[in-house]
């Protein structure tokens, strides 16, 4: 996969070298006030509950520990789930019958997945938003596949905002930003939930 990136991106930048002028990059201002300055002034104060508010506000749900969250997917009947073996420990034992748990992903078995558990690589206060990446996410069919999605994340890898977040980014060749559940409104304008990827998103705050 990484070979495959690199021929496209040396594709792509033999087809652009010929152009004589670009626009230039987009400046994102250090405050933060890109988006929203009264967003970003809260997510800077406390990121943690910043981050917990604007999650909710764009559909996913946070955990402050991991038995409210195994009381959550039981109700509603999100009973078998893949779980990265990393993650396992933030779970703290809370998952016991009639909740189930494979450490071992099984793409074979993947319609059997009401629920993914993998870790994230950080979030956004600013804007609710989930940031995942290949160093830390075992399977991406993990993330993204099962109707809801579990990030583990450590309340100290919360970034107060956007502008924050993209200084961060690093060199990872996959990184995603997950803002609430999948959504899509392609067909007429109908907004649908759970297309390309999850259904819900859920964090559990470690």
Known sequence: MPDDRALVMRRVGAALSSLRSREPLPVHPE????????????ARANP?????????????????APAPLAEWLTARGFLRGYCDREA??????????????????????????????????????????????????????????????????????????????????????YVVWCTGPSKTADVEGILIQGVHGPGEQLVLLT
């Open 31 to 42: 405050d933060g006030t890109g988006a929203s300055s009264v967003c970003a002034s809260a």
């Open 48 to 64: 943690v509950a910043a981050f917990v508010t604007q999650l909710a506000s764009v559909g996913g749900r946070a955990f402050e």
């Open 88 to 173: 396992l420990g933030a779970l703290a034992g809370a998952f016991a019958p009639p909740l189930s748990l494979d450490t071992r992903f099984m793409a074979d078995r993947i319609d059997e997945y009401d629920f993914g558990i993998t870790r994230a690589a950080g979030a956004i206060a600013e804007t609710g938003t989930i940031i995942l990446n290949d160093a830390l996410t075992s399977r991406r069919l993990g993330s993204l596949a099962p109707w809801v999605h579990v990030a583990v994340l450590k309340r100290s890898d919360i970034v107060p905002t956007v502008s924050d977040a993209i200084r961060a980014l690093g060199t990872d060749p």
